[in-house]
């Protein structure tokens, strides 16, 4: 049996047009069971007048009967899903039904990505018309095309299919177009992405100076000795923040020949997966392409509930592996059936290539803000006893992992350990400073303050005030004559006082509308609030983590503050139950986050508040310099 796309319905035009509202309602609640009211009211609203102008199409052309409606479809290695795709002879018609007026930006920047996603990464599209339909429900006057987006009254429906079923091409098969296998980059997009990649170097990529080299040549050699052998390899390559991890890992996942299946014209053989939004976002802005970088949550949503499903890659790149979710968020997060933590889902997805299989996990440590990201290295230590062949596998790693792996095939890499070629003595520094500053001792200040005087001698700036204009001021002229340089303001999910008090958009409604690619990459003139120069928008640990800029505007917060000698989180945001299993070490590791994300400086913005007052002096005595007005 084939395995299926995921959609919540799917007909000709003609059962479509006929059914019972309801059969169709019941079909999309029970694709999607985790739909909001207001989608529900969506598409209790909107179904009849898509079937009012179905039949009406049909009136005009009744050979129209026989194509097909699809509603809810998940675009493939995605999660998102348009309102309905139409499939009208040789046409590929995506709608977005909008219960308003007119068609606004967002709306048509939707429908449009929707159609270039199914155009670069659907098998059935490329060769295809993919045309793009805005529908406001409410629009009255006639229809229009803007930035090659149909702007269409619903009334006016039945009349642009039936323009598209008057137009030439063979047929598209339903059957194929609704298939699980269908995800395939466009071959062009893949090669254009590589060439970006390893030619361009984009230096927000390629910025770090760590010598990544020979983990590279490592990790290849892995792979190339799994595929000439047929085997199965777990490769954990360690480092810390800034060591150049991502880096390796990136640079393997765009290597050319990584599976013979590319040399057909198929999908690429190795895929970088990370369960970090933002990075995800960042990264795909910048290679203009999503051929190699996916969300973990996608990848895992596409194979997890079809068993027969073969993944298209032998090499499957995980970031930041030690915050893998572990059983119990994965049943939150991705609604898996069973009680399988991520490494154990991955495992089993890769020992169902008949062939070979890679899994490369990069590994670092103390970033765990998620709840469920603490299991560590133990969730791939159990994947692997628990797998359904873990005989099959063997474990490459530094010699620190052997003890973890007692008991199983492993091999000593020390090229696997970037602990050893970190990108600066500097990194190193920073995160040794910011490491003690989150535990401190009686003698904690004077401790670190010589290792904030070597950062301030060798260039790393650490600056503190009590006004957030005057933090804003001093990175503004300071890089006033460097418009390609990046600063940004950050702060803690957590706290609840900075937005109501001082202004800092550190909620979550405010952080969901940040776009993390334009806010890191684009120049300071290219909208108001799109970069982060402006400094009016913030991202959290969230946004922040994996991430860098040159400069950093930290607002310290109310929930991870000194009370008589130690770090409280009393005052901080709380968590769903059940909640983390150590909420404090959560909001230490969000800080040590958002101090590492600087490059050149780190300025923090302190809050006049009282309960902030020991940890202003406490970090003024460990190093930072206040500003003067």
């Known amino acids: 049996m084939q395995e299926e796309a995921r959609r919540g319905w799917d007909s000709s035009f003609g059962e479509f047009s006929e059914v019972e509202k309801s059969q169709v309602l019941t079909a999309l609640r029970s694709s999607y069971p985790d739909s909001t009211s207001s989608e529900d009211q969506s598409w209790t609203v909107n179904i009849p007048l898509l079937q009012k102008e179905v039949r009406q199409s049909m009136q005009v052309d009744q050979s129209i009967r026989t194509c097909t409606a699809v509603l809810e479809y998940q675009l493939p290695m995605e999660l998102r899903r348009p309102d309905a795709v139409l499939l009208v002879r040789g046409a590929v018609v995506i709608l977005e039904l909008k219960g308003e007026v007119d068609a606004n930006d967002a709306a048509i920047d939707q429908a449009h990505a929707y159609a270039r996603d199914l155009r670069n990464y659907h098998r059935s599209c490329h060769d295809r018309d993919v045309t793009p339909v805005v529908v406001p429900t409410r629009m009255l006057g006639l229809q229009r095309l803007e930035r090659n987006v149909h702007v269409c009254p619903v009334d006016q429906l039945d009349e642009l299919i039936n323009d598209f079923d008057s137009q030439d091409g063979d047929p598209i098969n339903a059957t194929e177009f609704l298939s699980a296998k269908a995800y395939k980059p466009l071959p062009s997009l893949v090669t254009a992405a590589r060439k970006l990649f390893l030619e361009k170097r984009p230096p927000q990529l390629w910025r770090s100076i760590a010598n990544t080299d020979d983990a590279v040549r490592a990790v290849q050699g892995i792979i190339q000795e799994a595929r000439a052998t047929r085997s199965r390899r777990l490769v954990l390559l360690t480092g810390v923040p800034g060591a150049g991890k991502t880096l390796v890992g990136l640079r393997v996942a765009h290597a050319p020949n990584t599976s013979p299946a590319e040399v057909d014209g198929g999908p690429p053989g190795a895929i970088f997966l990370s369960g970090n939004g933002p990075l995800v976002e960042v990264l795909q802005y910048v290679l203009e392409s999503k051929a190699f970088v996916r969300p973990v949550k996608a990848y895992v949503n596409r194979h997890k509930d079809r068993p027969s499903l073969v993944p298209n890659e032998n090499v499957v790149i995980f970031d930041e592996a030690q915050r893998a979710h572990d059983a119990d968020r994965v049943s939150e997060v991705h609604r898996a059936k069973g009680r399988l933590s991520e490494p154990e889902l991955l495992i089993e997805f890769a020992e169902r290539r008949p062939d070979w299989a890679v899994v490369v996990g990069l590994i670092g440590g103390g970033q765990e803000i998620h709840v469920g990201e603490e299991g560590g290295i133990g969730l791939w230590v159990q994947a692997l006893r628990e797998s ?131 806010w890191y990459n684009d120049p300071e003139e290219h909208g108001e609030g799109r970069s982060c120069r402006h400094l009016n928008t913030c991202v959290t640990e969230f946004g922040a983590q994996g991430l860098e800029l040159d400069a950093v505007l930290l607002a310290w917060g109310t ?44 300025v923090v913005f302190v809050p006049e508040l009282s309960c902030l007052d020991e940890t202003y002096s406490y970090l003024v005595a460990s190093g930072f310099r206040p500003l003067k007005a």
Do not use: C
């Open 559 to 602: 929930d991870f503050v000194l009370r008589n000698g130690s770090w409280s989180n009393a005052r901080a945001r709380g968590y769903r139950a059940p909640g983390p299993v150590n909420p404090w070490q959560l909001r230490a590791n969000a800080y040590r986050v958002l101090l590492t994300r600087g490059r050149d400086a780190h």
């Open 388 to 518: 359904s062949e873990p005989e099959s596998w063997h474990v490459h790693g530094p010699r620190t992992m052997r003890e973890a792996f007692d008991g199983l095939s492993f091999s000593v890499e020390q090229a696997l350990n970037l602990e050893q070629t970190i990108r600066s003595h500097m990194a190193t520094e920073l995160h040794e400073y910011v490491g003690r500053l989150m535990n401190p001792r009686p003698d904690a200040a004077a401790s670190v303050l010589p290792i904030a005087q070597r950062l301030e001698r060798e260039g790393h700036d650490l600056r503190i005030t009590r006004r957030l204009d005057l933090a804003k001021a001093y990175l503004e002229g300071r890089y006033a004559d460097h418009p390609e340089a990046r600063f940004g303001l950050v702060a803690s999910s957590r706290d609840k006082d900075l937005e109501p008090a001082f202004g800092i958009p550190n909620g979550w409604n405010a952080t969901k509308q940040v776009k993390y690619g334009p």
